[in-house]
Structure formats: C-alpha cells, structure tokens
C-alpha cells in the first residue's frame, strides 16, 4: 500500500507557474474568426440602442452611410432615430462573428461620445478595444472637477499627446466622460491615470512612471525582473487648511486612576499646623508676614533708584604719540620755532 501511494505522489504534474501561462510570445497574433469557421451564422437575432445628445444630431446624419457601409461589411443592420435621439445596430442571418455584435455597440457609444468617425470606426478591429471612464461622479464640487479635467488635458493638450504617445492609445475628454481608443494594456493605464488625477494625483506622476517602464522594457536584462526599485515613489503633501490655535495644549498621558482630590483649606492648615494656633496668634502671625513682604519692596525699590545714580563706565581715551623721525628730532616743535622767527622778522622789517 505503502509503495502505491508512493508511485501515486511521484504520478503528480509539477506544479507550472501561472505567469508563464499568461505570457504571449513575441510576434503572435491572434488568427481572428472567418466566416469558414461559422457557415451557419448565429441562431438568434440581438441588437443593442444608444441614446445620443442634440448636439451631435448633425454630424450624425454626415456620417451615417459610412457607418452604415462599415457594418455591412460584417452583415450588420443599423438605423438612425431622430426623433427619439438614438441609434440601434442589430444583427441579421448572414452574421457570422458573435462577437462583432458588441464591437458594433462600443462604436456606437463612441460615436455618441464626440469620438470622430475615422477613430471609432477602428474599434471593429480585432486587437483594438475602448473604454468610457466616468468621471463626473468622483468629485462632488463642480469648480474642482474642472480644474482636475483641464488639468488632465494639459496646456494645449499636451499632458493629453504624452498620455496618447505613451499608452497608444486615442484619448478624448468630453464633459463627464473620458473615451479611449486602443490596446487593452494602454486602456488599462488610461484609466488609471484619470482616476489619479481626478483624486488629486497630478498626470506628470503617472506619466513620468510610464516613460522609467518604457526604458526598462527595452533592455532584455531587466525585462523579465522586478521594476519596482526603478520606479519613483511619490508622497502626497496635503496640508490641512485649519487655522492652527497659537496655544497648542500637549496631550497628557492616559491614567486609568482619577487625579488626586485638590486639598482644602483646612488640609493645608493642618499640614502647616496654623490650625491649632489661637485667633490673636494666626493674626500676629499674618501681620509679621506682611511687614515682611513690605520690607522686601522697599528694599527692592531702594536698589531701582540706586541704579540711576550710578555713573556709567567711561571709555579712557589714550592720548596719541607725537610722531618723532628715526633721526630724533621733533619735527612739529621745529615748525612752531620756524613759524615764530618769521613773525618777529616780519615785525622788524615793518618797525625800520
């Protein structure tokens, strides 16, 4: 019994990674469905209607044969509503793709969604997918939703290109909606970036992490490793707007015990023993302390105008030296002398 238990263990399929299972190799392609591989076409009739706004009443009625020309090629019915404002695309009994049936409803939603003919016409392709993103529901103050939604366009459109050029992928922004045109792997990161940027989360982040994977994706080394040391880490800064108070009280910590009962007055004159003492002796006692207090004052009033008298410290000037030439002679009493004798020679010459 042992041994067959045991040949049953060693029988068991080694365990395969699922990540190998998902990974598709380079230059695949999916082969697609031909009308060979579904001669009998689809047994029952489906059909799916999309409500349009006025405004795109006009460029519907431009473009609705090359809409109508585009679903035949498939064996696809579509009809136009104008008075009820809706389109409806359907399926007849050549119709032999099951799935074209809900390609054929994704283009109508985008066509409804401003998306211009020659993009939405791409989303009858195979390997080509779309998406509406909702984003008028996450953010309740209308003034904030707008500045997020101009934010996620950009300057001219710019944050909107880069987010096109690095996603592949056809982005519009139309009022509440976000629609996107393209791979699913770039729809996937489409999305994530406009859920960002409507939390708060500025584009530039997202799109900064997508050019580092881009890169990294290149290099046949790095490619199958983990990224995540490469990727920048970004910390949100959201200061809170509340006016701070200016005295900040500091927690205290947490005691189960209630604070100690504050003593009283008798607690206080027992403690110093004034209590046993008689009325004329508390009253002694009281007016020695006051005398006390007074004498304080006066000394320290004494001390204040005695600082006013106090003379304040002079600097002492250093007389200057007369400067004596190396030869020692005094040069300014030379010149006293001299001064003196042409005086007295001018006063003798006007005296003759």
């Keep these: 019994m042992e041994g067959q238990q045991k040949s049953k263990k060693d029988r068991k399929k080694p365990q395969v990674n699922e990540e190998d299972l998902l990974t598709v190799p380079e230059g695949w392609k999916d082969p697609g469905i031909t009308k060979e591989d579904n001669p009998h076409g689809v047994l029952a009739e489906s059909s799916f209607a999309t409500l349009f706004p006025k405004y795109r009443e006009k460029y519907l ?21 104008l008075v009820e404002g809706s389109m409806t695309v359907s399926t007849t009994r050549k119709t032999w793709d099951p799935y074209i049936i809900i390609k054929a409803r994704d283009l109508l939603k985008l066509l409804a969604r401003s998306v211009p003919y020659e993009q939405a016409v791409r989303v009858l392709e195979d390997n080509v997918f779309c998406d509406i993103i909702k984003v008028g529901t996450l953010v309740r103050n209308r003034e904030r939703f707008v500045k997020r939604r ?3 366009i950009g300057p001219n459109g710019s944050t909107l290109k880069a987010i096109e050029l690095l996603t592949n992928c056809y982005v519009l922004v139309q009022g509440n909606t976000v629609s996107t045109l393209g791979p699913y792997r770039g729809i996937k990161e489409v999305r994530n970036i406009v859920i960002d940027t409507m939390k708060n989360v500025h584009p530039i982040y997202n799109i900064k992490t997508l050019m580092i994977k881009r890169e990294l994706a290149k290099d046949p080394q790095l490619k199958d490793e983990n990224w995540d040391r490469f990727l920048p880490k970004f910390k949100s800064k959201n200061i809170s707007k509340r006016k701070q108070p200016k005295k900040k009280r500091d927690k205290k910590v947490y005691t189960p015990f209630p604070p100690p009962q504050p003593e009283s ?15 004329t002796e508390r009253k002694s006692k009281k007016k020695a302390e006051k ?3 007074e004498k304080e004052a006066i000394e320290n009033r004494k001390k204040k105008r005695a600082q006013s008298f106090v003379p304040p410290e002079e600097n002492t000037v250093v007389a200057k030296k007369r400067k004596i030439d190396d030869t020692g002679v005094d040069v300014e009493n030379l010149k006293k002398k001299i001064n003196k004798a042409q005086k007295r020679k001018s006063v003798g010459g006007d005296k003759t």
Excluded: I, N
């Design 265 to 279: 007055k008798v607690d206080k004159e027992l403690e110093t023993g004034e209590y046993f003492l008689k009325e």
């Design 150 to 152: 101009q934010r996620l």
């Design 291 to 293: 005398r006390e207090k």
């Design 61 to 81: 009625q431009e473009c609705w044969p090359l809409v109508k020309k585009a679903l035949a090629d498939y064996h696809l019915k579509a009809e136009l509503d």
